[in-house]
């Protein structure tokens, strides 16, 4: 009897200690999908997850990573601190094996520390607050350019076009502030002026107070620093109240959904774009691919997200194995390969090694290169 | 711009805000006024409304185009339309609450707000809908002042509807019903006053009001969503209080002050505009506390 209860006590600690690896075999690798899937930036978090989709198909048709299927689990940060701490806590006790996404950088700072905690491997597609940074513990990844780099961009833009006075709108939430902030740093530094430096709340649709003081303070470039869906009632709310000078608006608002919410304001408006698929020489198969499955175009995280998934499959190749520890070795160890937007090498601090932003132009309804 | 420009451009912003809140606050008094509840799912026939309007302006601009005649019709229709929404929720969501302590019509208020946010957010999936019309950008310069036709024209729509509210409660029968039960349900009874029926018709109003100002809100602003109506329920709200719960006039009052202390306040130098929200419920809060009846509102003797 004793012997019968020690010999089944030891299995269970021994089916328990081997319980990863055995079942690993066969199991799917389990990949998390952290996106916004409801709410205002609903549209570029379902265009994320289906580049993950796509990225996640084409892996499992070619035989799968490790000779294991890759199975998504979706978690839905909704753009929301609180609602995307649930989601990293629900996909972090369903013990996926990595996670992709991450968009809306005051959405996924608080989720930095949950898949810290668990050291999960973290691909970050989109978010690119350069108050990431310093929260990540170390198992996190950014592979898009972060707000510095943006700012810089911006800044020479505006030197280009002559501006001397310069009104930033930004929301108040990590990513618009934290680039709102870069932006005035690095303006003044340059020895430019600001005219006017706002916050507006999210969710407010009356912008008038906004477009009062832009116009009052004489400013001839509002750089508008948040997302598409404020930017458009924003746009269209200047040009409404007769303010007709230069227009930019940050990475977030580089959406086609700005041109139906703006309409004809749009028009001319500049952004600051992270590689998109539409500009990118390698993507057209992609752009096909996604085209016939979804019925539109790919947004513009969807290279990166497709990219993220990509590199997180080659990471767990590279490494041999699923372990945390030993995927993150081989993800900081990317050296420069060739994904769909570009090669992929890290800064010390797990960023992007270089900028990757492109300015885009409002013509006819949707966005072109911009020709200075 | 001078400060006296600013003044100005803040007067005609000040205007469009309020009207939107005073037409929202007036079905939150009227509403109050026949049977005492706080529908605080008002804010959501506003955003109900506005869905409305988009539906019906893709069903008629085919016909009458997207422009001002078709932008008409579609306020119509969803005024129609969901005017008859309020009246259905009445009947089924408070209708037998009437004889229930006041809370509980309360919480069943909360109950249908959530409802149709849901709703809207299930249909729409939590997008931004965009509210395209065919209106330009078109308006009149004074000087560095800019109005837009599109604010004259809603400032002026909104001035009708109250117009006619107005005429509607004070030389109509159904008017003079609707303030006689305001004052005493039972005795309207006694006086062979179909109760029921007056309480359906201020349903069918004040909704109607709402879903005038939520179609308005999106030709304006350019776009709709499902939370849309949150913030506006809550400051129309705070409009009726400014103006005296329970008193037509003191919320078209109310939903102007509000609008122009919005506009004026978030232009103190210092202050940005982050700061709309605190002014308007920091005025609730003073109202609240130093004078609760409101300014048109009749301090009422609980008789037991």
């Known amino acids: ?372 | 711009m001078s400060w006296l420009e600013v003044f100005f451009t803040q007067l005609s912003n000040g205007l469009v805000l309020g009207s939107f809140y005073a037409l929202v606050a007036l079905g939150y008094t009227m509403i109050f006024g026949v049977i005492k509840l706080l529908n605080f799912a008002h804010g959501d026939v506003y955003m109900i409304g506005a869905f409305c309007g988009f539906g019906a302006l893709s069903l008629v601009s085919g016909i009458l185009g997207d422009t001002w005649l078709g932008l008409f019709v579609a306020m119509l229709m969803s005024m129609v339309a969901v005017g008859f929404l309020g009246v259905i929720i009445q009947k089924i969501a408070y209708q037998p609450m009437l004889a229930a302590p006041r809370l509980s019509i309360l919480i069943t208020a909360l109950a249908v707000s959530l409802v149709l946010q849901n709703s809207a957010l299930a249909l729409t999936s939590g997008e931004y809908t965009a509210f395209q019309t065919g209106l330009g950008y078109g308006g009149v310069d004074f000087g560095a002042v800019f109005i837009a036709y599109q604010s004259m024209v809603l400032v002026g729509t909104a001035a009708f509807l109250m117009i006619a509210l107005e005429f509607f409660v004070k030389r109509t029968m159904y008017g003079r019903a609707m303030r006689a039960v305001s004052v005493d349900k039972d005795m309207c009874r006694l006086m062979g006053i179909n109760v029921s029926r007056v309480i359906a018709i201020t349903f069918l109003i004040g909704s109607g009001l709402a879903a005038a100002a939520g179609t308005m809100a999106g030709i304006y602003y350019g776009s709709i969503w499902y939370f849309m109506g949150f913030l506006v329920g809550l400051k129309a709200f705070t409009a009726a209080v400014i103006g005296g719960i329970g008193s037509i006039t003191g919320a078209m009052l109310g939903g102007l002050i509000l609008g122009m202390l919005e506009a004026f306040g978030t232009q103190i130098p210092f202050i940005g505009s982050e700061w709309k929200d605190v002014f308007s419920f920091s005025i609730l809060i003073l109202m609240l506390v130093f004078k609760p009846t409101g300014l048109l509102g009749k301090s009422e003797v609980e008789r037991i």
Not at chain 1, 34 to 40: A, E, I, K, L, R
Not at chain 1, 132 to 157: V, Y
Not at chain 1, 330 to 347: Q, R, V
């Open chain 1, 1 to 372: 009897m004793n012997k019968t209860i020690k010999s089944l006590a030891s299995g269970v600690v021994l089916s328990l200690c081997a319980g990863g690896p055995a079942l690993a075999a066969d199991d799917p690798i389990r990949i998390g999908v952290q996106v916004p899937t409801t709410g205002s930036e609903a549209t570029y978090g379902t265009d994320m997850f289906h580049a993950v989709e796509i990225a996640a198909d084409e892996i499992n048709a070619d035989g799968g990573v490790l000779g294991r299927q890759i199975e998504l689990v979706s978690g839905d940060s909704a753009c929301d601190p609180q609602q995307s701490s649930n989601a990293a806590s629900k996909l972090a006790s369903r013990e996926v094996d990595g996670v992709v996404g991450g968009y809306c950088s005051g959405a996924t700072l608080p989720t930095l520390q949950i898949y810290g905690d668990a050291n999960i491997p973290f691909v970050i597609t989109a978010s690119n607050s350069t108050k990431l940074i310093p929260a990540n513990p170390g198992n996190a990844f950014m592979i898009n350019s972060t707000g510095a780099d943006q700012a810089k961009k911006a800044i020479s833009l505006f030197q280009e076009k002559g501006v001397e006075q310069l009104a930033i709108v930004n929301q108040g939430d990590a990513y618009s502030q934290d680039l709102a902030q870069l932006t005035r740093d690095s303006w003044k530094k340059v020895g430019g002026e600001i005219a006017a430096y706002e916050t507006v709340n999210k969710g407010e649709q009356d912008f008038s107070a906004v477009v009062t003081k832009i116009k009052s303070s004489g400013a001839d470039a509002v750089f508008w620093t948040a997302y598409y869906a404020d930017g458009g009632l924003l746009i269209r709310q200047l040009r409404q109240g007769g303010y007709r000078e230069l227009i930019a608006v940050g990475d977030g608002s580089n959406s086609s959904k700005l041109f139906e919410i703006a309409g004809q304001a749009a028009e001319g408006v500049l952004a600051f774009s992270n590689p998109t698929a539409k500009f990118l020489p390698k993507a057209q198969s992609f752009i096909d691919t996604y085209e016939e499955r979804y019925g539109n175009s790919p947004g513009p995280y969807a290279p990166l997200s497709y990219d993220g998934m990509k590199l997180l499959a080659w990471a767990f190749e590279k490494a041999g194995t699923t372990e945390h520890g030993a995927v993150i070795d081989a993800l900081s160890s990317a050296d420069g390969e060739e994904w769909l937007a570009g090669p992929i090498k890290f800064a010390d601090n797990n960023t992007l090694a270089r900028s990757n932003f492109i300015v885009l132009e409002g013509k006819n309804g949707e966005w072109t290169r911009y020709e200075p």
